[in-house]
């Protein structure tokens, strides 16, 4: 069973109110139960509403729920906007309620996704960030359609401003981080780009076609 599947037996299994021992819910699910005491440290610090202790068994207390929803990517994408506008508020109460809800989210992606989110959420305002890849989207979604070769203003590490031409392939989300993977004709190699880090980007008059070697099935983000 995969780990966010787990998570999702464990909350179904707390909604009645009782109070559940973990040694009880690690034979429902087959695992250890100190696999089942980290989905718990996971839980709560996501902000699931649970209380308990080792030993002493788990419950969940009353809370507003929502039945199982299915997102898109695109539906994610408004949700995490609408997460950093409201961060990036005065007001303190609203900053963490939208803080509690990110991590209630990121407890719901998949493990992988969690794992590789940890490379990226380095930044110190990662709402902040958030707001500034989303005023590139439009851009690099179209060109992507489109095969539209880009003019990218891009900072990069070392506190440098470099300026290179690219294909961009594909774009994927990385817990409120997204990243951009594109052939860089300066480079002469596939390389993935942070969202939030491009300053700019401008859609040039050129196209571009599959060629061996450039395409998007041709990238091996681990060479």
């Known amino acids: 069973m ?86 990036e508020a005065a007001d303190e109460t609203l900053k963490f309620a939208a803080q509690s809800l990110a ?9 992988r996704t969690i794992v590789d989110a940890d490379t990226w959420k380095f930044a110190t305002y990662p709402f902040a960030d958030t707001v500034r890849g989303f005023a590139q989207m439009p851009t690099l979604r179209a060109a992507i359609k489109a095969r539209q070769k880009l003019r990218l203003t891009y900072h990069s590490k070392g ?13 994927e989300y990385w817990g409120r981080i997204w990243t951009l993977t594109a052939w860089c ?18 859609a040039l008059p050129e196209m571009f076609v599959d060629e061996p070697g450039k395409q998007l099935s041709d990238y091996d983000p681990n060479l």
């Open 2 to 87: 995969r780990r966010t599947d787990r998570l999702f037996e464990i909350i179904q299994t707390l909604r009645d109110g009782r109070l559940h021992r973990a040694q009880d819910m690690a034979d429902a699910l087959k695992v250890s139960v100190r696999t089942i005491y980290r989905d718990m440290d996971t839980l709560v610090a996501s902000g699931i509403p649970v209380q308990g202790a080792r030993g002493v068994g788990y419950i969940m207390t009353q809370q507003i729920s929502l039945p199982p929803l299915t997102l898109s990517d695109t539906e994610l994408e408004a949700l995490n906007l609408g997460i950093a506008i409201v961060a």
């Open 185 to 202: 004709e300066l480079r002469g190699a596939f390389r993935c780009f942070r969202m939030d880090l491009i300053q700019s980007a401008e």
């Open 103 to 111: 991590n209630k989210i990121d407890a719901v992606l998949s493990e």
């Open 159 to 171: 506190d440098r401003i470099t300026t290179r031409k690219i294909r961009p392939l594909h774009m």
